[in-house]
């Protein structure tokens, strides 16, 4: 089935036409979890590149997801199909980043030299996965390049910073990782519960409580299992 053509109906608020509100709404919910996130970390002035980069990660995740809500369903009758490479690049910097925090986190039991490279990949995957996206206007360019950052470089480095030191907060990624993949498999194929209710609002629910747990991650950095 193409996942594509499963919708939800029109509603009109105060004569104001909106197009797929509940995942509208689940997307907005991803968004002020983000955001919530963002300020927690800003609240417990925790320092470092590390936490900084989860820090802009939950601010530009927020934002994306928040314009994807807006722009990509709920008002898209509005604007042209180009408007949607706002949201999806706002996105791409931020799994970017966090393939950064991931990498970083790591840098104690990788060397320099790769940490550099590493970091180098991150900005060229970027820039790759950015020129698909704005020449196709396909979102699979963007979902490709998140399923890399996450699966491939956050989840690879986490799961070996885990091994290597215990670390809490690298579990908690870890865990994080998983419950975004199965929010992926679900936006990708028809789990529709209800017409009001799809595939696209599970994975959004999905996410965040990942994001959720995104955060409990950053807050654990560097505590260790006794």
């Given at each position: 089935m193409d996942v594509t053509k499963i919708s939800q109906p029109d509603v009109y608020l105060f004569g104001i036409r909106i197009l797929e509100p509940v995942t509208t709404i689940t997307d907005l919910l991803v968004g002020a979890v983000c955001f919530y996130a963002y300020w927690r970390i800003q609240k417990e002035?925790?320092?470092?590149?590390?936490?900084?980069?989860?820090?802009?990660?939950?601010?530009t995740m927020g934002m994306a997801t928040c314009i994807g809500g807006l722009i990509g369903h709920g008002f898209l009758y509005a604007v042209n199909e180009h408007?949607?490479?706002?949201?999806?690049?706002?996105?791409?910097?931020?799994?970017?980043?966090?393939?950064?925090?991931?990498?970083?986190?790591?840098?104690?039991?990788?060397?320099?030299?790769?940490?550099?490279?590493?970091?180098?990949?991150?900005?060229?995957?970027?820039?790759?996965?950015?020129?698909?996206?704005?020449?196709?206007?396909?979102?699979?360019?963007?979902?490709?390049?998140?399923?890399?950052?996450?699966?491939?470089?956050?989840?690879?480095?986490?799961?070996?910073?885990?091994?290597k030191s215990k670390d809490i907060g690298s579990k908690l990624m870890v865990q994080s990782v998983l419950i975004l993949a199965v929010a992926a498999f679900i936006f990708n194929y028809p789990v529709v519960i209800h017409e009001w209710f799809n595939h696209r609002d599970f994975a959004h629910i999905l996410m965040a409580i990942g994001s959720v747990v995104f955060l409990k991650g950053t807050l654990n950095y560097e505590k260790l299992h006794s």
């Amino acid at each position: 089935m193409d996942v594509t053509k499963i919708s939800q109906p029109d509603v009109y608020l105060f004569g104001i036409r909106i197009l797929e509100p509940v995942t509208t709404i689940t997307d907005l919910l991803v968004g002020a979890v983000c955001f919530y996130a963002y300020w927690r970390i800003q609240k417990e002035k925790l320092s470092g590149k590390t936490v900084l980069y989860m820090k802009y990660y939950f601010l530009t995740m927020g934002m994306a997801t928040c314009i994807g809500g807006l722009i990509g369903h709920g008002f898209l009758y509005a604007v042209n199909e180009h408007w949607k490479l706002l949201g999806w690049y706002i996105s791409m910097v931020s799994i970017a980043l966090l393939e950064r925090s991931a990498i970083g986190h790591a840098s104690r039991f990788v060397s320099s030299r790769y940490r550099k490279i590493f970091m180098a990949i991150n900005i060229l995957e970027l820039l790759i996965f950015m020129t698909l996206t704005a020449y196709t206007l396909h979102f699979r360019f963007v979902q490709i390049h998140s399923i890399y950052g996450l699966l491939i470089v956050v989840f690879s480095f986490h799961l070996f910073t885990y091994v290597k030191s215990k670390d809490i907060g690298s579990k908690l990624m870890v865990q994080s990782v998983l419950i975004l993949a199965v929010a992926a498999f679900i936006f990708n194929y028809p789990v529709v519960i209800h017409e009001w209710f799809n595939h696209r609002d599970f994975a959004h629910i999905l996410m965040a409580i990942g994001s959720v747990v995104f955060l409990k991650g950053t807050l654990n950095y560097e505590k260790l299992h006794s």
